[in-house]
């Protein structure tokens, strides 16, 4: 959405398919229209009223601007190659490239391309039975703030969990590795890391859970995978 096409992709586009200002809109592949005009000619059944769609080759509909050689799947999470960030993927989920070093909570930046999880929706529809379908976009209370912080200070402070959670509570400190989004309301990746290890600096506590392209553990914001604990005690 709102990108310009190739020039060798914008060659090959049909009429049908207009461009806005020579970028990509919604009515470029969706025609809402022509099935209202009076006297049109019967098309039959479009799926979601898409431009040149047919129901025996659904996949037809994407090669009228990609060709399938030069297909290859795309993962928006492959973020590293040979040691350095692939910044093009970045434009898939942000409208710009972000700072990893810049990750103080206090001035934290949200460039993201929708409001909350909806930007991890749009690939990952979320299961019925997702063990955490009842918390998303809920408010964490200040005392559950206190106690993500207090977890997130085992490895740096050696106290037991209720000293750190005292020491937490009096100064008010809020969680630097485990995410919220922009109105401070669980997302999806409150609990699950969208980055690939190594795009972000070891120092950064936002990097906790990065694991390879290939994710065994879902790139869970936990020491061990255990991302229930973050929040509840055991």
């Not at 049109?40 to 996949?59: I, T």
């Amino acid at each position: 959405m709102n990108v310009a096409p190739s020039a060798a992709i914008a060659g090959r586009m049909l009429p049908e398919f207009p461009l806005q200002a020579g970028l990509l809109t919604c009515l470029t592949c969706h025609d809402v229209s022509r099935d209202c005009k009076v006297g049109s000619p019967e098309v039959g059944p479009r799926h979601h009223l898409l431009c040149g769609w047919q129901a025996s080759n659904p996949l037809a509909f994407c090669s009228h601007c990609h060709t399938s050689e030069g297909y290859r799947p795309f993962n928006a999470h492959d973020q590293v190659e040979a040691n350095r960030a692939k910044t093009d993927t970045c434009a898939w989920c942000h409208t710009d490239v972000p700072d990893a070093n810049f990750y103080q909570e206090e001035a934290a930046r949200y460039t993201l391309r929708d409001k909350s999880s909806k930007v991890c929706l749009n690939c990952h529809p979320m299961m019925k039975d997702h063990p955490t379908h009842s918390h998303m976009e809920a408010t964490p209370s200040a005392e559950l703030m206190w106690h993500i912080s207090a977890y997130e200070l085992q490895p740096k402070l050696r106290l037991s969990f209720e000293q750190r959670l005292k020491y937490t509570s009096a100064v008010r400190r809020t969680p630097r590795a485990i995410p919220f989004d922009e109105n401070g309301r669980i997302a999806c990746y409150t609990c699950h890391n969208p980055h690939e290890k190594g795009l972000l600096p070891d120092a950064n506590p936002r990097s906790l859970g990065a694991e390879p392209e290939q994710a065994a553990a879902h790139r869970l914001r936990a020491r061990e995978g255990k991302v229930c604990v973050v929040c509840h005690d055991k």
